[in-house]
Structures are given as C-alpha cells and as structure tokens.
C-alpha cells in the first residue's frame, strides 16, 4: 500500500508541476516588462499561499505551534520560495517544463545529501557517490542539445541553476528545523507558518506592483481579460493547492512507515519521469535525444541512492 501511495505522490508533484505551467501559459508572456511578470507571479503565490495555509489549518484542526526560533526559520524559507517562485515562472515562460523540473526535483535531492554527509554525518556509500556522478552529468546534458523553443538560452539555464540551488536550500533548512532540539512544532503547523507568510508579503507586493505598473504605457500592460478568464485561473491555483496539500499531506503519512532514503529517491525519480511525460502529452514538449538520456540516467542514478 505505501507504494500505491508513493506513485499517488509524483502523479500529483507532476500534475502540480503542469498547473504552474498552465497558468503560466494563461497569464505571463517573456516578451513582457519584467514588472508585469513580478505582478503576476505576487498574485500567484498570494493566492496560493492563503488556499494552502487555510487547507493546512482545516487539516490541522484549526490550531498551529508557534516559536521564535520556527518563525525565524519559516521567514527564511518563504524568503527562498518567494524567490524560487519568481525563477520558476520565467523559467516556463522561456523553455520546457522537463528541463525545469529535473533542475527543481534534483536540487532538493543533491544538495541536502550533500549537506547530511557533511553536517549531519550520514552514511556515505559508493553508490551514492556513483549516483552523485550520475546525477550532475543528468543535468548537464540537456544544456548541449540545439532547443529552439528556449528562448535567451543563458539566461535559461542560469535561472534553471538558481532555481536547482534554491530547492535545495529549502530542503536543507526544513531538515535543520526538524532535526534541531529548539523546534517544538509539528510539520503541519511549520507549513500554516510559512504559507501564512508567504500569503502576507506576496499580497502587499503584489498591490505595490499593481500600482507601479499603471504608470507603465498601456502597450506594456496586459489587456483586461474576461470575468471567466480571470475565474478560471483562481480556479487553477485552487486545484493547485489542493492538489499540492493533499500531496504533502500523504507524503507525511507514508514517511511514517517507509524510510526516508527510500521515499524521497522514489519521489523525485518518479515526479521527474511523469513530469517529461506529462510535458510531451500536453504541451507538445517532446523531449530530445539528450533529455530522454538525460531523464532515464537521473532515474537509475537516484535510484543507486536506495543503496
């Protein structure tokens, strides 16, 4: 059953994944100013944050744990998400999904490896080197491969780097509030925290923006869409955030009963494989010779991390 649940798991990160393409799709354009593209991407995790805090809450049994040292580490995570969130939609307004989320999905993968070796002394054995190896040869690869639907390429993967250090340091300061003494709060209540203020300071940046950019010239601004155009996208970020919750809501289930350094390596290897999948069926991304490689040796190299 917990590999039921497993599968549940990066059918629903994929699914995610898509739906921040979608809206993406529906509400950014790279040719627009960049302030345009900071109102949008404010609305969205505005938005987002309060479904996901309010369904977090409700979960929670309308309660939540708060202390100085958690709040301090929650203002520093949504920090990194605020940021991570402005990378991730100009990163799928300029190029595929497949490349952005095995830059996402492997960075919250290496980087807090790294770290547990290096900081909390966790087992290192040759496969997982092997699979390090593996893994940054992964990311590398599709770099080489001629993509005309990336648009300014540099900038691209630049920010596809960005974002693979980001997600990565997310992880690592989740692990260190878990595993440090002085946090005294469960998972679910660190989560309403950090939702809560990334809801906060991307509702009170989004209307500085909104108001900064009508000074812009009106050919700058996007045209005022239908009433229907704009409920449908709320209508996306509620799906999303259901979607996303649930997710985490069954990964903390099945990490109860299966450990950790076989769910995460089964996690990340299957979102990334749904994801490339998901990306050729429904936004006609076909992947490249070098991403098929790509993706199958990110697998079998996260899979020598069971080892």
């Keep these: 059953m917990d590999y039921f649940f497993v599968l549940i798991i990066v059918l629903t990160i994929a699914i995610c994944i898509c739906l921040y393409k979608i809206y993406q799709k529906r509400v950014v354009s790279p040719d627009w100013s960049f302030r345009i593209i900071l109102e949008k991407c404010f609305g969205f995790s505005a938005i987002l944050g309060f479904f996901c805090c309010s369904l977090f809450f409700i979960f929670n049994g309308c309660k939540v744990e708060i202390n100085l040292f958690s709040f301090v580490v929650v203002a520093i995570l949504a920090f990194i ?115 809560t203020i990334i809801c906060v300071v991307n509702t009170i940046l989004y209307f500085v923006m909104r108001r900064i950019n009508r000074k812009l010239p009106l050919a700058t601004l996007q045209k005022p869409g239908e009433k229907s155009f704009h409920l449908i996208n709320v209508l996306i970020l509620i799906i999303y955030a259901l979607i996303g919750s649930g997710s985490y809501i069954v990964q903390l289930w099945v ?33 490249g010779k070098l991403m098929a490689v790509s993706t199958v040796i990110a697998c079998v190299a996260t899979a020598l991390f069971l080892f």
């Design 255 to 287: 990490a109860e009963t299966l450990d950790a350094t076989l769910l995460f390596p089964l996690v990340t290897g299957g979102s990334i494989i749904f994801t490339v999948i998901f990306g050729w069926i429904f936004f006609k991304e076909k992947p």
């Design 81 to 195: 998400y605020f940021i991570a969130n402005i990378f991730s939609i100009v990163i799928l307004s300029r190029g595929k999904i497949a490349i952005y989320s095995l830059f996402n999905l492997l960075g919250g993968l290496m980087l807090p490896f790294i770290a547990g070796v290096f900081f909390w002394n966790e087992e290192l054995t040759i496969f997982k080197i092997i699979g390090m190896i593996f893994l940054t040869v992964s990311l590398f690869m599709p770099a080489f491969e001629k993509d005309d639907s990336a648009k300014n390429t540099k900038i691209f993967y630049i920010l596809c780097i960005g974002i693979f250090i980001l997600t990565g340091l997310a992880n690592i300061l989740m692990k260190y509030h878990q595993t440090s003494p002085q946090a005294h709060i469960e998972a679910q209540s660190f989560q309403i925290l950090c939702d």
